[in-house]
């Protein structure tokens, strides 16, 4: 089995098998914290103007705009305000600057997608390993075409937990990827240092840095399972060996 880790989404870039998309500050972790909520599904968009066209009752609009949340939407990007918003049994629907976007190319060609964060890191990499045939490939949204650490880091905890479980054949960007893990022990400290951590801290946000730098708190992995007009459909995936 391959291990492949890309550092930045770039549109040559095709799949074969498991992807992991990971934006740790803030996507992918605030997509964990709604599905612990309860959502009944996450609806990602590429852009806030296709987001805003889901508007119904039972629709709820989730993202950001410059690290905070757009006019006219419900929620903006943060993990602590969707872990407490009330959207049991109803669609979130998100567009971020990095994160969905980043979703949206390894749909174009992965077998599966699923949506992890060091906050569901544990389960992530368990889905992954469960589910790959080939390969599982961990795909890093940066920052606005830029290498973020952050993600980076996260690339490599989920790396060394898929190592755990299995024998995988190791390409440059896991090993790079596996070296920044091995840099910092402290996962606080590679987050705090990216380029989105200070952006949060411009915006007044950057107590969403500490709830993202939190490893295996959550359970709650999203999984694509469709699309509907320019949106793709993630639902909380079952847990690793169970059914259905």
Do not use: W
């Amino acid at each position: 089995m391959r291990l492949r880790v890309d550092l930045l989404p770039q549109e040559n870039l095709s799949y074969i098998d498991v992807v992991l998309v990971v934006d740790v500050i803030r996507a992918t972790t605030t997509a964990s914290a709604f599905l612990e909520a309860g959502a009944r599904a996450l609806y990602l968009t590429p852009s806030l103007e296709s987001a805003r066209a889901f508007r119904d009752e039972d629709v709820v609009l989730a993202g950001e705009e410059g690290g905070v949340r757009p006019a006219g939407f419900d929620y903006g990007n943060s993990p602590r305000e969707a872990q407490q918003a009330p959207v049991g049994g109803k669609i979130v629907v998100m567009s971020t600057t990095n994160g969905t976007r980043t979703a949206h190319l390894a749909a174009r060609s992965a077998k599966h997608v699923l949506l992890a964060s060091l906050y569901n890191a544990h389960a992530a990499a368990r889905l992954a390993h469960q589910l790959a045939t080939e390969e599982v490939a961990v795909l890093c949204a940066g920052k606005e075409g830029r290498i973020g650490l952050d993600d980076v880091y996260t690339a490599g905890v989920l790396a060394e937990y898929l190592q755990i479980m299995g024998s995988y054949e190791l390409e440059d960007g896991a090993l790079i990827a596996l070296t920044t893990r091995r840099t910092y022990p402290d996962p606080l400290e590679p987050l705090h240092l990216s380029a989105a951590a200070a952006a949060l801290r411009q915006v007044g946000l950057e107590a969403d840095v500490p709830f993202c730098a939190q490893v295996a708190a959550s359970p709650a992995v999203g999984m694509l399972v469709g699309r509907v007009g320019e949106a793709l459909i993630f639902e909380r995936a079952q847990r690793p060996g169970n059914s259905g």
